[in-house]
């Protein structure tokens, strides 16, 4: 007879092992079943790996830099096959982690790929099968690829593969310029290689507020990067080392070692549901959620990147998929829980210079007929920014006009420049906690520190500014 379970989750990346682990540690058990290695696309193909690499840029530009400060580093170079090694020993500690943490908490991890069946059993590859008084889907996403760019590994790249490199390619087309290709790019043009993005709309960084994305462009450009925007890649001819890109109108073409494609990922629903299950999958594959992230099957939930919550664009961002799985969790337990407001999540994108950003842009505010009051404070007059070298950047707060003309509420607040990924907790706090500009201008900002820069736009915002 199949094993029950209280909950089982099909997935053991940030959304499936979050809903393992919270529902560990709140007494239920729990089966979680993965193909391949718990920690899913962020921790093996994904963020971590990533934001590694960014790290290893950031080196190289220090010790590129390190005669500024009067210390005589020689020039740097670069055996990326050791960079790979650290890389995989970070991901490998992390993963060791987890696997026994989650063996801690006595979930029972089940190897092999898991579809959902009638009556919330789950059917694994191989044979196994479990039942679960409650069953969620977190299968998570793959890349999405490109007619005419077949992926061999090679010379055509997605994330999964450019992430597993042992040597950087001299040149490389970026196909995308979203926060995959823009953090690949700013990787790759730190540590020499010649980068190109093709991206097919106006602007890169479609997303984010668009005097944030130009300060990324600026700089993207002063380190060599070529950004052509407006472009639709027609296919590639490969040679005999590289291969030869065409794009636009007029039949443009380019001639790199290294293709990397980074248009959007897609969800992994294929193969996950067997007949009688009614769950439902929109047209573009992603399983359809309310806002309590329940399917239209009793008893089977579903969160990550698999998901569509059919209201607003739902962000294939780990820690979305870790929130989700702390509210399926309340919601089995029968405990309150206030729905994720997508439209307020942080956004980090490690990019240098790095962007972070929660709420509303200046664009989206003013389409949405809000009245806004916006401020913008560059790091360039910031001590710690200077103190650094990293002077590039600013931070832009909109806060809804009130009735009385002034700044009211802060509906949203962008960065861009050093350390800003980290320094976002406190915008993110005042944009969820729908804090006014009156509210936030006390709190207090250690001296000398980069979140001088966020303090002194809200208190600007108030009327008076103590720098600006
Ligand atoms: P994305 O959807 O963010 O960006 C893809 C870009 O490719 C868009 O700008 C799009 O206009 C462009 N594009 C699509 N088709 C194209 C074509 N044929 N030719 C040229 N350009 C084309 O997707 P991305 O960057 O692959 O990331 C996938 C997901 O991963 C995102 O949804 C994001 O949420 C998440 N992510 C977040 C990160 C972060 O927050 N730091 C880092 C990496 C990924």
Known sequence: MAEHFD???????????ATALYGAAAGLSVAVVEMDKVGGTCLHRGCIPAKEFLETASMFRHVADAKEFGIDAGSPGIDFSISQGRKQKVVDQLWKGLTGLMKRRRITTVAGR?????GRTVHVDGGGELSADH?????GSVPRTIPGFEV????????DEFLAL???????VVIGGGAIGCEFASTMADLGVKVTILEALPKILPGCDREVAEVVVRSFKKRGIDIRTGVAVSG????ETGTTVSFGGEGETLTVDMVVVSVGRRPLSDGLLLDGVGVEVDERGFVRVDQWLRTAEEGVFAV????????????ALAHVGFVEGIQVVKTILGEPVVPVDYAKVPWCIYTHPEVAFAGLSEEAATDAGYEVVVKKDPFAGN??????????????VIAEKDGAGRAGTILGVHMVGPWVTEQLGQAYLAVNWEATVDEVAQFIQPHPTLSEVFGETVLALTGRGLHS
Do not use: F, N, Q, W
């Open 236 to 239: 590639h001819t490969p040679g």
């Open 383 to 396: 001590g710690r920014a200077l103190i650094l070298g990293e002077a590039e950047g600013l931070v832009k």
């Open 304 to 315: 990550g990147d698999l998901i569509s919550t059919g209201t607003s664009v739902h962000p």
């Open 166 to 172: 042992e040597r950087l390619p001299a040149t490389a």
């Open 114 to 118: 898991g579809a959902l069946g009638p």
């Open 7 to 17: 909950v089982a989750v099909i997935g053991g990346g940030p959304g499936g092992y």
């Open 152 to 159: 061999d590994g090679r010379v055509v790249l997605t994330s």
């Open 135 to 139: 069953v969620v889907l977190a299968a």
